[in-house]
Protein backbone atom coordinates (compact mmCIF):
# COMPACT_ATOMS: atom_id res chain seq x y z
CA UNK A 1 0.00 0.00 0.00
CA UNK A 2 1.68 3.38 -0.82
CA UNK A 3 1.83 6.04 1.34
CA UNK A 4 0.75 8.83 -0.74
CA UNK A 5 1.47 12.55 -0.23
CA UNK A 6 -0.67 15.97 0.11
CA UNK A 7 -0.96 19.27 -1.16
CA UNK A 8 -3.81 21.14 0.99
CA UNK A 9 -4.92 24.08 -0.39
CA UNK A 10 -6.22 26.34 2.09
CA UNK A 11 -8.44 29.20 0.01
CA UNK A 12 -9.04 32.01 2.53
CA UNK A 13 -12.64 33.27 3.41
CA UNK A 14 -13.75 31.93 0.06
CA UNK A 15 -16.67 30.44 1.46
CA UNK A 16 -19.72 32.91 0.93
CA UNK A 17 -23.63 33.57 0.77
CA UNK A 18 -26.11 33.94 -1.58
CA UNK A 19 -25.14 37.55 -2.74
CA UNK A 20 -28.20 39.67 -4.85
CA UNK A 21 -25.22 41.24 -7.53
CA UNK A 22 -24.60 37.68 -8.50
CA UNK A 23 -27.91 36.46 -8.95
CA UNK A 24 -28.59 35.19 -6.03
CA UNK A 25 -25.82 32.67 -6.53
CA UNK A 26 -22.79 32.30 -4.36
CA UNK A 27 -18.82 33.88 -5.97
CA UNK A 28 -17.95 30.29 -5.96
CA UNK A 29 -21.57 29.07 -7.80
CA UNK A 30 -21.38 32.17 -10.17
CA UNK A 31 -17.48 32.05 -11.00
CA UNK A 32 -16.77 30.29 -14.19
CA UNK A 33 -14.31 27.22 -12.82
CA UNK A 34 -13.98 24.57 -15.03
CA UNK A 35 -10.81 23.08 -13.50
CA UNK A 36 -12.12 23.17 -9.98
CA UNK A 37 -14.97 21.51 -11.52
CA UNK A 38 -13.53 18.93 -12.95
CA UNK A 39 -12.00 17.69 -9.73
CA UNK A 40 -14.41 18.07 -7.90
CA UNK A 41 -16.23 14.96 -10.42
CA UNK A 42 -13.23 12.55 -9.33
CA UNK A 43 -13.30 13.89 -5.66
CA UNK A 44 -14.88 13.21 -2.31
CA UNK A 45 -17.50 16.04 -1.82
CA UNK A 46 -18.69 17.91 1.09
CA UNK A 47 -18.95 20.50 3.42
CA UNK A 48 -16.48 21.33 6.62
CA UNK A 49 -17.35 23.54 9.73
CA UNK A 50 -13.98 24.99 10.28
CA UNK A 51 -14.58 24.96 14.32
CA UNK A 52 -18.19 24.07 14.92
CA UNK A 53 -21.51 24.56 13.43
CA UNK A 54 -22.34 28.11 13.38
CA UNK A 55 -18.33 28.95 15.05
CA UNK A 56 -17.19 32.33 13.53
CA UNK A 57 -13.36 31.16 12.82
CA UNK A 58 -10.67 33.48 12.82
CA UNK A 59 -7.97 32.06 9.97
CA UNK A 60 -5.45 31.63 13.05
CA UNK A 61 -7.88 29.50 15.20
CA UNK A 62 -9.01 27.76 12.12
CA UNK A 63 -5.46 27.34 10.42
CA UNK A 64 -4.77 25.50 13.77
CA UNK A 65 -7.54 23.38 14.00
CA UNK A 66 -6.95 22.30 10.40
CA UNK A 67 -3.66 21.07 11.34
CA UNK A 68 -4.49 19.43 14.43
CA UNK A 69 -3.97 21.70 17.23
CA UNK A 70 -6.67 22.36 19.55
CA UNK A 71 -7.08 26.36 18.96
CA UNK A 72 -8.89 25.97 22.89
CA UNK A 73 -5.83 24.89 24.09
CA UNK A 74 -3.18 26.63 22.30
CA UNK A 75 -4.43 29.57 21.30
CA UNK A 76 -4.44 33.65 23.46
CA UNK A 77 -4.17 35.69 20.92
CA UNK A 78 -2.66 36.33 17.45
CA UNK A 79 0.06 37.76 18.64
CA UNK A 80 2.74 34.76 19.64
CA UNK A 81 1.73 33.51 15.82
CA UNK A 82 2.47 37.12 14.41
CA UNK A 83 5.87 37.12 16.00
CA UNK A 84 6.71 33.48 14.62
CA UNK A 85 5.46 34.81 11.17
CA UNK A 86 8.33 37.51 11.39
CA UNK A 87 10.79 34.57 12.52
CA UNK A 88 10.82 35.31 15.97
CA UNK A 89 12.04 32.88 18.58
CA UNK A 90 9.47 32.57 20.40
CA UNK A 91 9.68 30.72 24.21
CA UNK A 92 6.65 28.37 25.31
CA UNK A 93 5.17 31.50 28.03
CA UNK A 94 6.57 34.96 25.70
CA UNK A 95 4.10 37.09 25.34
CA UNK A 96 3.73 37.90 21.76
CA UNK A 97 1.61 41.34 20.54
CA UNK A 98 1.17 43.12 17.30
CA UNK A 99 2.16 46.25 16.85
CA UNK A 100 1.75 49.08 14.70
CA UNK A 101 4.19 52.16 14.56
CA UNK A 102 1.81 54.95 14.68
CA UNK A 103 1.92 58.73 15.06
CA UNK A 104 0.58 60.49 18.36
CA UNK A 105 1.04 64.16 19.46
CA UNK A 106 2.43 65.23 22.92
CA UNK A 107 -0.79 64.19 24.45
CA UNK A 108 -0.41 60.71 22.99
CA UNK A 109 -3.53 61.55 21.08
CA UNK A 110 -3.46 59.28 17.64
CA UNK A 111 -2.80 61.34 14.76
CA UNK A 112 -2.40 58.32 12.02
CA UNK A 113 -2.36 54.56 13.11
CA UNK A 114 0.07 53.68 10.84
CA UNK A 115 2.29 56.58 10.78
CA UNK A 116 1.54 57.69 7.11
CA UNK A 117 2.23 53.98 6.26
CA UNK A 118 5.73 54.76 6.64
CA UNK A 119 7.78 52.36 3.72
CA UNK A 120 11.69 52.51 5.23
CA UNK A 121 13.11 53.29 7.94
CA UNK A 122 11.43 50.78 10.80
CA UNK A 123 14.27 48.37 10.98
CA UNK A 124 16.06 51.33 12.13
CA UNK A 125 13.54 52.68 14.54
CA UNK A 126 13.00 48.58 15.74
CA UNK A 127 17.31 48.66 16.64
CA UNK A 128 16.58 51.54 19.00
CA UNK A 129 13.85 49.51 20.71
CA UNK A 130 14.67 45.87 20.63
CA UNK A 131 16.44 44.80 23.82
CA UNK A 132 15.75 46.72 25.98
CA UNK A 133 14.77 45.70 29.64
CA UNK A 134 12.39 46.76 31.92
CA UNK A 135 12.19 45.04 35.87
CA UNK A 136 13.21 41.64 35.09
CA UNK A 137 11.94 40.91 31.52
CA UNK A 138 13.71 41.34 28.03
CA UNK A 139 12.25 43.34 25.48
CA UNK A 140 12.17 42.24 21.75
CA UNK A 141 10.75 43.60 18.87
CA UNK A 142 10.53 42.59 14.88
CA UNK A 143 10.04 45.11 12.07
CA UNK A 144 6.96 44.18 9.39
CA UNK A 145 5.89 44.96 6.14
CA UNK A 146 5.35 48.67 6.39
CA UNK A 147 3.86 49.97 9.44
CA UNK A 148 3.45 46.56 11.55
CA UNK A 149 6.13 45.28 13.82
CA UNK A 150 5.87 42.13 16.45
CA UNK A 151 6.59 42.54 20.44
CA UNK A 152 7.84 40.05 22.65
CA UNK A 153 8.13 39.80 26.64
CA UNK A 154 10.52 36.85 28.07
CA UNK A 155 10.23 37.44 31.99
CA UNK A 156 8.39 35.27 34.97
CA UNK A 157 5.06 35.73 36.04
CA UNK A 158 4.12 37.29 32.58
CA UNK A 159 0.54 36.92 31.21
CA UNK A 160 -1.81 37.03 28.42
CA UNK A 161 -4.37 38.48 29.87
CA UNK A 162 -4.15 42.70 29.21
CA UNK A 163 -6.03 44.96 27.11
CA UNK A 164 -4.56 46.69 23.76
CA UNK A 165 -2.42 49.47 24.05
CA UNK A 166 -3.89 50.86 20.27
CA UNK A 167 -7.17 52.52 20.90
CA UNK A 168 -8.21 51.24 16.92
CA UNK A 169 -8.92 55.13 16.13
CA UNK A 170 -7.78 58.19 15.40
CA UNK A 171 -8.11 61.64 17.37
CA UNK A 172 -8.60 59.87 20.94
CA UNK A 173 -5.63 59.37 23.50
CA UNK A 174 -3.59 55.76 23.54
CA UNK A 175 -4.88 53.40 26.22
CA UNK A 176 -3.52 52.17 28.84
CA UNK A 177 -2.90 48.65 28.93
CA UNK A 178 -5.20 47.15 31.59
CA UNK A 179 -4.96 43.80 33.30
CA UNK A 180 -8.02 41.98 32.21
CA UNK A 181 -7.37 39.12 35.12
CA UNK A 182 -5.67 39.96 38.43
CA UNK A 183 -2.07 38.07 37.19
CA UNK A 184 -2.05 39.86 34.65
CA UNK A 185 -0.67 43.44 36.52
CA UNK A 186 2.95 43.16 36.33
CA UNK A 187 2.69 42.76 32.22
CA UNK A 188 0.12 45.37 32.15
CA UNK A 189 2.64 47.88 34.01
CA UNK A 190 5.61 46.79 31.65
CA UNK A 191 3.91 47.17 28.73
CA UNK A 192 2.95 50.44 29.41
CA UNK A 193 6.45 51.38 30.53
CA UNK A 194 7.30 50.00 27.07
CA UNK A 195 4.96 52.14 25.19
CA UNK A 196 5.59 55.56 27.05
CA UNK A 197 9.82 54.39 26.51
CA UNK A 198 8.98 54.17 23.05
CA UNK A 199 7.83 57.30 22.67
CA UNK A 200 10.43 59.08 24.31
CA UNK A 201 13.23 57.19 22.09
CA UNK A 202 11.03 57.41 18.78
CA UNK A 203 10.13 60.95 18.62
CA UNK A 204 14.03 62.18 18.77
CA UNK A 205 15.09 59.32 16.35
CA UNK A 206 16.96 60.76 13.55
CA UNK A 207 14.64 58.52 11.01
CA UNK A 208 11.92 60.70 12.43
CA UNK A 209 13.57 63.48 12.49
CA UNK A 210 14.30 63.42 8.70
CA UNK A 211 10.95 62.03 8.47
CA UNK A 212 9.11 65.39 9.66
CA UNK A 213 11.81 67.41 7.30
CA UNK A 214 9.76 65.68 4.42
CA UNK A 215 6.72 66.77 5.30
CA UNK A 216 5.68 62.53 6.58
CA UNK A 217 4.23 61.84 9.77
CA UNK A 218 6.87 60.54 12.35
CA UNK A 219 6.72 57.01 13.18
CA UNK A 220 6.84 57.83 17.15
CA UNK A 221 5.19 55.51 19.16
CA UNK A 222 4.69 51.83 19.06
CA UNK A 223 1.04 50.57 19.86
CA UNK A 224 0.90 46.91 21.23
CA UNK A 225 -2.74 44.72 20.41
CA UNK A 226 -3.51 41.19 20.56
CA UNK A 227 -1.75 39.64 23.17
CA UNK A 228 -0.98 36.26 23.00
CA UNK A 229 1.43 33.35 24.99
CA UNK A 230 3.26 31.59 23.20
CA UNK A 231 2.17 27.66 23.77
CA UNK A 232 3.72 24.77 23.72
CA UNK A 233 2.72 22.90 20.02
CA UNK A 234 3.87 19.07 19.44
CA UNK A 235 5.98 18.85 16.45
CA UNK A 236 3.61 18.53 12.97
CA UNK A 237 5.76 15.36 11.99
CA UNK A 238 5.43 13.74 14.94
CA UNK A 239 2.02 14.26 15.59
CA UNK A 240 1.06 12.97 11.79
CA UNK A 241 3.67 11.26 10.99
CA UNK A 242 4.32 13.44 7.69
CA UNK A 243 7.00 15.87 7.08
CA UNK A 244 5.51 19.42 6.36
CA UNK A 245 5.91 22.79 4.57
CA UNK A 246 3.86 25.61 3.89
CA UNK A 247 4.04 27.96 1.41
CA UNK A 248 1.92 30.74 2.61
CA UNK A 249 2.28 34.75 2.59
CA UNK A 250 0.26 36.24 5.13
CA UNK A 251 2.91 36.16 8.45
CA UNK A 252 -0.02 35.01 10.78
CA UNK A 253 -0.68 31.41 8.80
CA UNK A 254 3.16 31.42 8.34
CA UNK A 255 3.82 31.95 12.01
CA UNK A 256 1.27 29.12 13.09
CA UNK A 257 3.32 26.77 10.62
CA UNK A 258 6.90 27.76 12.13
CA UNK A 259 5.54 27.45 15.72
CA UNK A 260 4.09 23.63 14.41
CA UNK A 261 7.49 22.78 13.37
CA UNK A 262 6.60 22.77 9.76
CA UNK A 263 9.30 24.36 7.06
CA UNK A 264 7.92 27.57 5.35
CA UNK A 265 8.98 28.09 1.39
CA UNK A 266 9.33 31.87 0.49
CA UNK A 267 9.49 33.61 -3.04
CA UNK A 268 8.97 37.48 -3.47
CA UNK A 269 5.38 36.47 -5.59
CA UNK A 270 3.99 34.49 -2.04
CA UNK A 271 2.44 37.35 -1.12
CA UNK A 272 -1.08 37.61 0.96
CA UNK A 273 -2.35 40.10 -1.32
CA UNK A 274 -4.61 40.06 -4.35
CA UNK A 275 -2.23 40.10 -6.99
CA UNK A 276 -0.12 36.86 -5.26
CA UNK A 277 1.23 34.77 -7.72
CA UNK A 278 -1.44 31.71 -7.58
CA UNK A 279 0.93 29.23 -9.86
CA UNK A 280 3.82 29.98 -8.58
CA UNK A 281 2.63 28.75 -5.10
CA UNK A 282 1.42 25.92 -6.57
CA UNK A 283 5.04 25.02 -8.58
CA UNK A 284 6.70 25.46 -5.22
CA UNK A 285 4.12 23.40 -3.25
CA UNK A 286 5.08 20.50 -5.66
CA UNK A 287 8.84 21.25 -5.76
CA UNK A 288 8.28 20.66 -1.91
CA UNK A 289 6.64 17.19 -1.98
CA UNK A 290 10.30 16.13 -3.29
CA UNK A 291 11.34 16.27 0.43
CA UNK A 292 8.13 16.86 2.26
CA UNK A 293 4.78 14.26 2.99
CA UNK A 294 2.32 17.31 3.61
CA UNK A 295 2.05 20.73 1.77
CA UNK A 296 -0.26 23.57 2.73
CA UNK A 297 -0.92 26.01 0.33
CA UNK A 298 -3.00 29.33 1.67
CA UNK A 299 -4.36 31.71 -0.74
CA UNK A 300 -5.35 35.02 0.97
CA UNK A 301 -6.98 36.97 -1.71
CA UNK A 302 -10.64 35.59 -1.61
CA UNK A 303 -10.95 36.46 2.21
CA UNK A 304 -10.01 40.31 1.16
CA UNK A 305 -12.65 40.41 -1.53
CA UNK A 306 -15.09 39.09 1.27
CA UNK A 307 -13.56 42.03 3.56
CA UNK A 308 -13.89 44.93 0.95
CA UNK A 309 -17.46 43.66 0.26
CA UNK A 310 -16.88 43.17 -3.58
CA UNK A 311 -18.55 39.89 -4.91
CA UNK A 312 -17.44 40.55 -8.59
CA UNK A 313 -13.81 40.96 -7.51
CA UNK A 314 -14.13 37.54 -5.50
CA UNK A 315 -15.30 35.49 -8.36
CA UNK A 316 -12.74 37.03 -10.45
CA UNK A 317 -10.17 36.15 -7.89
CA UNK A 318 -11.83 32.50 -7.61
CA UNK A 319 -11.19 32.12 -11.91
CA UNK A 320 -8.07 33.32 -11.34
CA UNK A 321 -7.49 30.26 -8.60
CA UNK A 322 -9.43 28.36 -10.94
CA UNK A 323 -6.76 28.85 -13.47
CA UNK A 324 -3.85 27.93 -10.92
CA UNK A 325 -5.09 24.69 -10.03
CA UNK A 326 -5.34 23.69 -13.58
CA UNK A 327 -1.88 24.58 -13.63
CA UNK A 328 -1.42 22.29 -10.54
CA UNK A 329 -3.22 19.30 -11.81
CA UNK A 330 -0.97 19.27 -15.27
CA UNK A 331 2.40 19.25 -13.01
CA UNK A 332 0.86 16.84 -10.22
CA UNK A 333 2.98 14.11 -9.49
CA UNK A 334 1.31 10.77 -8.80
CA UNK A 335 0.01 9.59 -5.69
CA UNK A 336 -0.43 13.04 -4.65
CA UNK A 337 -3.83 13.68 -2.79
CA UNK A 338 -5.42 17.12 -3.35
CA UNK A 339 -7.56 18.61 -0.93
CA UNK A 340 -9.27 22.19 -1.67
CA UNK A 341 -11.35 23.99 1.05
CA UNK A 342 -11.45 27.27 3.39
CA UNK A 343 -10.41 28.21 6.82
CA UNK A 344 -13.94 29.83 7.44
CA UNK A 345 -16.50 32.04 5.17
CA UNK A 346 -16.15 35.71 4.36
CA UNK A 347 -19.56 36.34 2.89
CA UNK A 348 -19.44 39.55 0.84
CA UNK A 349 -22.57 40.86 1.81
CA UNK A 350 -21.18 40.76 5.35
CA UNK A 351 -17.42 42.24 5.32
CA UNK A 352 -16.71 39.61 7.69
CA UNK A 353 -15.29 36.39 8.89
CA UNK A 354 -18.95 33.74 9.44
CA UNK A 355 -20.17 30.90 10.74
CA UNK A 356 -21.28 28.92 7.91
CA UNK A 357 -19.40 25.70 6.69
CA UNK A 358 -17.35 25.89 3.76
CA UNK A 359 -16.94 23.48 0.81
CA UNK A 360 -14.38 20.41 0.63
CA UNK A 361 -13.26 18.24 -1.65
CA UNK A 362 -10.74 15.73 -1.52
CA UNK A 363 -9.08 14.45 -5.00
CA UNK A 364 -6.99 10.93 -5.09
CA UNK A 365 -6.68 8.37 -8.02
CA UNK A 366 -9.34 6.11 -6.25
CA UNK A 367 -11.36 8.67 -4.58
CA UNK A 368 -15.27 7.91 -4.56
CA UNK A 369 -16.35 10.29 -7.65
CA UNK A 370 -19.00 11.94 -6.12
CA UNK A 371 -18.64 15.52 -7.11
CA UNK A 372 -20.43 17.53 -9.84
CA UNK A 373 -19.21 21.39 -9.41
CA UNK A 374 -16.48 22.92 -6.44
CA UNK A 375 -19.01 25.62 -4.69
CA UNK A 376 -20.96 25.59 -1.31
CA UNK A 377 -24.49 23.81 -2.59
CA UNK A 378 -22.97 21.33 -4.70
CA UNK A 379 -20.34 20.16 -2.40
CA UNK A 380 -23.20 19.95 0.10
CA UNK A 381 -24.62 16.90 -1.88
CA UNK A 382 -21.27 14.65 -1.13
CA UNK A 383 -20.65 12.73 1.91
CA UNK A 384 -18.32 14.53 3.64
CA UNK A 385 -19.75 16.04 6.86
CA UNK A 386 -16.95 16.93 8.99
CA UNK A 387 -15.65 19.36 11.53
CA UNK A 388 -12.19 21.22 10.96
CA UNK A 389 -10.94 18.70 14.12
CA UNK A 390 -11.76 15.65 11.59
CA UNK A 391 -9.48 17.07 8.47
CA UNK A 392 -6.25 15.79 9.78
CA UNK A 393 -7.83 12.14 10.28
CA UNK A 394 -9.69 12.23 6.72
CA UNK A 395 -6.08 12.86 5.25
CA UNK A 396 -4.37 10.21 7.20
CA UNK A 397 -6.99 7.54 5.63
CA UNK A 398 -6.58 9.01 2.19
CA UNK A 399 -3.21 8.88 2.35
CA UNK A 400 -3.10 5.37 3.39
CA UNK A 401 -1.13 6.80 6.46
CA UNK A 402 -3.90 6.03 9.31
CA UNK A 403 -3.15 3.76 11.83
CA UNK A 404 -5.64 1.08 12.44
CA UNK A 405 -7.82 1.09 15.48
CA UNK A 406 -8.72 -3.02 16.78
CA UNK A 407 -7.52 -5.75 14.39
ZN1 LIG B 1 -8.89 33.25 6.84
Avoid: W
Avoid at 140 to 148: C, S
Avoid at 311 to 338: Q, S, T, Y
Amino acid sequence: MIQRKVILIVLDGVGDRANRELDNKTPLQYAHTPNLDSIAKRSLVGLMDPIAPGIRAGSDTSHLNLLGYDPYKVYTGRGPFEAAGLDMELRPGDIAFRCNFSTVNEKLEVIDRRAGRIKKGTQELVKALDGMEIEDVKIFVKEGVEHRAALVLRGPGLSPYVSDVDPHAKGVRIHDAKALKPEAEKTARILNEFVHRSYEILKEHPVNKERESQGLLPANILLPRGAGMAPHMEDFEKKHGMKGACVVGTPLIRGICRMAGMDTIDFPGATGSYNTDMRGKFEHAVKALDTHDFVLVNIKAPDIAGHDMLPHKKVEVIERIDDAVGHLMEILPENVVVVITADHSTPCTMGDHSGDPVPILIYSDDARREGTEFNEIACAKGSLRIRGEDLMNVILNVTNRAEKFGA
